[in-house]
């Protein structure tokens, strides 16, 4: 990883938000999502990069994010080969990707 030396790799798995439902009863079209960032101390990040799950089976980012793309394929790129060479199904296995490689879980549970 090409991290800056504050940063650590995070991800907020939000259908396990305890915030999640609230979202959802008001934005009934909003996507399950990952959220994934390069974290630094209190609430700040270099970049962030949302992954959503529209259920077909292969998550996509967000077209939201599409700055926070190219720095974090620049600074997590084994996180893009997994991605790729895994393939993952759902958020769960995005997950396990990031477990893989020592992500920090800051999931508000």
């Given at each position: 990883m090409n991290l800056p030396l504050d940063a650590v790799l995070a991800y907020s798995f939000e259908p396990e938000a305890r915030y999640w439902p609230s979202i959802t009863a008001r934005e009934p079209q909003l996507l399950p999502d990952i959220i994934i960032e390069a974290k630094v101390p209190g609430d700040g990040?270099?970049?962030?990069?949302?992954?959503?799950?529209?259920?077909t089976g292969s998550p996509r980012p967000s077209p939201h994010c599409r700055e926070g793309l190219a720095e974090a394929r620049a600074q997590v790129p084994e996180f893009f080969a997994?991605?790729?060479?895994?393939?993952p199904r759902d958020l769960k296995g995005i997950r396990g990707i990031l477990v893989m490689l020592g992500a920090v879980d800051?999931?508000?549970r």
């Open positions: 990040c270099y970049w962030e990069i949302v992954i959503e799950d529209d259920g997994a991605m790729a060479e895994m393939r800051i999931t508000m």
